[in-house]
């Protein structure tokens, strides 16, 4: 069982930065970050292997947004920068066991709500 904690929400301005955190109890593998705007369905934002090695992102994200782990703390990180209004959604952090099925994970967090001002 693996328990997912996100934190790091929040207001911030178009073009402004914020990082997300996702402190997990329980032994983590890749790692997600996902998010759902208001009407419309959750996505797939970033990915991490075990290592850090492998990273993957949405288009909408690349260049933007960069996802790195402290696996000492278990924690992963989604650093966002060049927000954009329509980067407005809960966001979540997700377990899987490999860079493969991360889309869809085994285990989800409660989600931190972002919301961008333009």
């Known amino acids: 069982q693996v328990q997912l904690v996100e934190s790091g929400g929040g207001l911030v301005q178009a073009g402004g930065s914020l990082r997300l955190s996702c402190a997990a109890a329980?032994?983590?593998?890749?790692m997600g970050w996902f998010r759902q705007a208001p009407g419309k369905e959750r996505e797939f934002v970033a990915a991490?292997?075990?290592?850090?090695?492998?990273?993957s992102y949405a288009d909408s994200v690349k260049g933007r947004f960069i996802v790195s782990r402290d696996n000492a703390k278990n924690t992963v990180y989604l650093q966002m920068n060049s927000l954009k209004p329509e980067d407005t959604a809960v966001y979540y952090c997700?377990?899987?066991?490999?860079?493969?099925?991360?889309?869809?994970?085994?285990?989800w967090g409660q989600g931190t709500q972002v919301t961008v001002s333009s």
């Open positions: 329980g032994r983590t593998f890749t």
């Open positions: 997700a377990s899987a066991p490999n860079i493969a099925t991360v889309r869809n994970p085994e285990y």
């Open positions: 991490i292997s075990w290592k850090g090695l492998i990273t």
